[in-house]
T-cell receptor, first 115, second 112 residues
Framework: NAGVMQNPRHLVRRRGQEARLRCSPM?????VYWYRQLPEEGLKFMVY????????ESGMPKERFSAEFPKEGPSILRIQQVVRGDSAAYFC?????????????FGPGTRLTVL | TQLLEQSPQFLSIQEGENLTVYCNSS?????LQWYRQEPGEGPVLLVT?????EVKKLKRLTFQFGDARKDSSLHITAAQPGDTGLYLC????????????FGDGTTLTVKP
């Protein structure tokens, strides 16, 4: 009963380093979404991907952030030259069909701390 | 501007009390989900509603989707300490297919 897997669960980086966050969707799901959450706030959409395609990246910062979902392997959210303001919990979700009526299932998140 | 407004933002009650939390918008949603999130964990899906006026029950939790599909409520009967958590509503818009819009959540604390 493998759900959405994310690793690492906790990541500490110094300012200027790179952070790589991984997400393996639920078995059979081909739609992946990344969200960011600050303490005591809701989730803010970042990017929606299907295999080898970025469908909607309207929530991604224009610089330093990128995401991919290759044909094989997990989806990767990459943050280059991290700054303290990048510290947050990053959640990945997956769904089977995509679209506005499909339900997204979430992973446990990666908590990024930038020193 | 927050597309989905959740209220109240914080709620602290005694065990055994009833409560209702709300999720409101001026937009029409194709579907709406309620999630519960505990500290340090990801959101866990409670329910999905898609039909205007729909009511779903999950043990002591009752979910209602407004007739116009712009709002929803979550009612908990006889709350227990295990209900403590952050309750999030999320909606799917036909114009933003694939992207869920989240409210900022209601933080519920149930005291023994």
């Amino acid at each position: 009963n493998a759900g959405v897997m994310q690793n690492p669960r906790h990541l500490v980086r110094r300012r200027g380093q790179e952070a790589r966050l991984r997400c393996s969707p639920m078995k059979g799901h081909s739609h992946v979404y990344w969200y960011r959450q600050l303490p005591e706030e809701g989730l803010k959409f970042m990017v929606y991907l299907q295999k080898e395609n970025i469908i909607d990246e309207s929530g991604m910062p224009k610089e330093r952030f990128s995401a991919e979902f290759p044909k094989e392997g997990p989806s990767i959210l990459r943050i280059q030259q991290v700054v303290r303001g990048d510290s947050a919990a990053y959640f990945c979700a997956s769904s089977g069909r995509g679209g506005d009526t499909d339900t997204q299932y979430f992973g446990p998140g990666t908590r990024l701390t930038v020193l | 501007t927050q597309l989905l407004e959740q209220s109240p933002q914080f709620l602290s009650i005694q065990e055994g009390e009833n409560l209702t939390v709300y999720c409101n918008s001026s937009s029409v949603f194709s579907s709406l989900q309620w999630y519960r999130q505990e500290p340090g964990e990801g959101p866990v899906l409670l329910v999905t509603v898609v039909t205007g006026g729909e009511v779903k029950k999950l043990k002591r939790l009752t979910f209602q989707f407004g007739d116009a599909r712009k709002d929803s409520s979550l009612h908990i009967t006889a709350a227990q300490p295990g209900d403590t958590g952050l309750y999030l509503c999320a909606g799917g818009l036909s114009t933003n297919a694939g992207k869920s819009t989240f409210g900022d959540g209601t933080t519920l604390t149930v005291k023994p």
